[in-house]
């Protein structure tokens, strides 16, 4: 696709902070006259974070149909509101760029197929973005998740809804071997071995090299452990100690901690004397506003992008990461993705 064409649109599905900072920084690297279109599954992802540009933000509500069929008619509901927002564009639109954390994800895979079918399959290009933890793991769909895909296509639910097509995909899980995937965004220093890699370009986001030097505070990242059984009670008491006899080692003034956009309620990490963060602040941004000498967490990729902006003036560590509740080929990846910027690993 010609990326200095005018008649290329972008739209960006966002879930998450991390997506929606990505989001940013990579509709704001682009210097050609294409239309950048928001659609989030949060409302609080339409805010301002890095980049103003976007020709249109649109809320993408995910609760508000229940009952049956209630993910296929939510779907169709979102696939009317991109068809009008890509409408408002004009009619002279022949390139669709789509920006996305993985093609498994129902409510924005199914544009897919719609825009192959309205504008030809290879002028719609998919581009994978980094989410979250996981992004370091890419492995293979299992049998079970290749059938559950293959379940979404079934005569019912295409005689039902026959405006809804679910893009088939198989092999690697988030979709990079497919021909609509064009490229996977990453991280500098996260190494992913595949031809369709491109780094993004932080230079305009990461810190000033010299602000916040001489701050003595800390961080700490809470993590919603419990939700995947990714940690016991006991393992977290392990951490909290671990992460006690650090903040002495490290002379840490300031101990601030920042729960996880989904927490849970269990407060993980959080100890007597940690000063609660109560605004609703993405980690990224917050970063550029407030100088810390360490961040610490478990497998947050919070650690991960607390390491890429802030840089030689913090040091991040990982505390009990070996203690995680994952397959060993996918700690393996998310370790080595951490170690390669400069995390700082402690097992316990």
Same mark, same amino acid.
């Given at each position: @696709?010609?990326?200095?064409?005018?008649?290329?649109?972008?739209? !960006?599905?966002?879930?998450?902070?991390?997506?929606?900072?990505?989001? $940013?920084? &990579?509709? #704001?690297? +682009?210097?050609?006259?294409a239309t950048c279109l928001l659609f989030a599954y949060k409302e609080r992802l339409l805010g301002s974070y890095l980049w103003g540009g976007w020709s249109q933000k649109k809320y993408l509500a995910l609760t508000d149909i229940k009952g049956l069929f209630s993910g296929q008619r939510v779907a169709l509901s979102h696939l009317s509101e991109i068809e009008s927002s890509i409408k408002i564009v004009g009619d002279e639109i022949k390139d669709i760029e789509i920006y996305l954390s993985r093609l498994k994800n129902n409510n924005s895979n199914y544009s897919i197929r719609y825009l192959q079918k309205r504008y #030809?399959? !290879?002028?719609?290009?998919? /581009?994978i973005i980094p989410h979250g933890a996981s992004s370091f793991y890419r492995g293979i769909l299992t049998p079970k998740e290749l059938k559950k895909i293959?379940? *979404?296509?079934?005569?019912?639910?295409?005689?039902?809804?026959?405006?809804?097509?679910?893009f088939?995909?198989?092999?690697?899980?988030?979709?990079? $071997?497919?021909?609509?995937?064009?490229? &996977?965004?990453? +991280?500098?220093?996260?190494?992913?071995d595949h031809p369709k890699a491109e780094f993004i370009d932080i230079s305009s986001f990461r810190r000033d090299s010299g602000a916040g030097a001489e701050s003595n505070d800390a961080l700490i990242v809470g993590q919603p452990v419990y939700m995947r059984q990714r940690l016991t009670p006991d393992q977290? =008491? *392990? &951490?909290?100690?671990? &992460?006690?006899?650090?903040? *002495? =080692?490290?002379? /840490?003034? *300031?101990?601030?901690?920042?729960?996880?956009?989904? =927490?849970?309620g269990s407060m993980c990490f959080f100890q007597p004397g940690f000063e609660l963060i109560k605004v609703a602040e993405p980690l990224e941004? @917050?970063?550029?506003?407030?100088a810390f000498k360490t961040v610490i967490s478990s497998f947050s990729t919070g650690l991960f992008t607390s390491q890429i902006i802030l840089g030689d003036h913090c040091q991040t560590y990982a505390v009990g990461m070996n203690l995680v509740n994952v397959d060993e080929d996918e700690l393996t990846q998310l370790r080595s993705g951490f170690e390669g910027v400069g995390v700082n690993m402690i097992d316990i």
């Open positions: @696709m010609d990326e200095n064409n005018a008649q290329l649109v972008r739209l !960006f599905f966002v879930k998450t902070e991390l997506e929606r900072v990505v989001a $940013d920084m &990579i509709a #704001g690297s +682009f210097n050609d006259d #030809g399959e !290879f002028n719609v290009g998919v /581009c293959k379940s *979404k296509n079934n005569i019912l639910v295409r005689t039902l809804f026959p405006k809804l097509e679910y088939e995909f198989s092999g690697e899980r988030y979709g990079a $071997d497919t021909d609509v995937v064009k490229r &996977i965004y990453t +991280f500098p220093g996260h190494v992913l977290v =008491e *392990k &951490i909290n100690l671990r &992460i006690s006899q650090l903040l *002495k =080692e490290r002379g /840490c003034g *300031k101990v601030y901690f920042l729960p996880h956009p989904r =927490e849970d941004l @917050m970063l550029l506003n407030r």
